[in-house]
């Protein structure tokens, strides 16, 4: 059993990740059980676990969890002899939310591309908002694959 002192770092922790998500646009809870999801032991928990550690309602536990899941972040498991369904995060979270990111890269590049198509008549510092933006995300999409790559063969022992 944890101290009273880590569990209310616990709970701060949580609650700092949950309020990051949020910022992001994406509700407090997720970010919340997410963080829980990192430190839980054992790391399978279920939902109504969750309840009782994040204080809150059954519903907005679902409600995150099913985004979590969306998202490809958590991952749902049950055991024989068990009714409960429970929820881990999955093996290596940081490599889908990367993924996300590179796509999102990707598809702001694109409609930079097309809005470029629509101006291409237009004067130098119209369009100069919109290069701008087109190669920020163009160099971005290149590279952090580049970056999970170099981390993978760090994570992984290879360099």
């Known amino acids: 059993m944890d101290s009273p002192e880590r569990q209310e770092k616990l709970k701060e922790f949580f609650e700092e990740i949950g309020l990051t998500f949020e910022h992001m646009g994406v509700p407090r809870m997720a970010g919340k059980i997410f963080g829980w999801l990192l430190v839980s032991d054992p790391s399978e928990q279920s939902a109504s676990q969750m309840v009782d550690i994040l204080g809150a309602s059954k519903g907005s536990i679902s409600t995150a969890l099913r985004i979590l899941i969306q998202w490809g972040l ?44 629509i101006v291409a008549d237009r004067p130098e510092p ?23 790559e170099k981390f993978h063969r760090q994570r992984d022992g290879e360099g």
């Open 74 to 117: 958590v991952e749902k498991v049950g055991f024989a002899g068990e009714r409960s369904k429970f929820y881990r995060m999955v093996q290596h979270p940081i490599d889908r939310m990367m993924q996300v990111k590179i796509m999102s890269m990707k598809v702001m590049r694109e409609q930079m591309d097309r809005g470029l198509a």
């Open 126 to 148: 119209q369009k100069a908002r919109l290069q701008n933006m087109r190669d920020g995300w163009l160099f971005f999409e290149q590279e952090l694959p580049k970056l999970m």
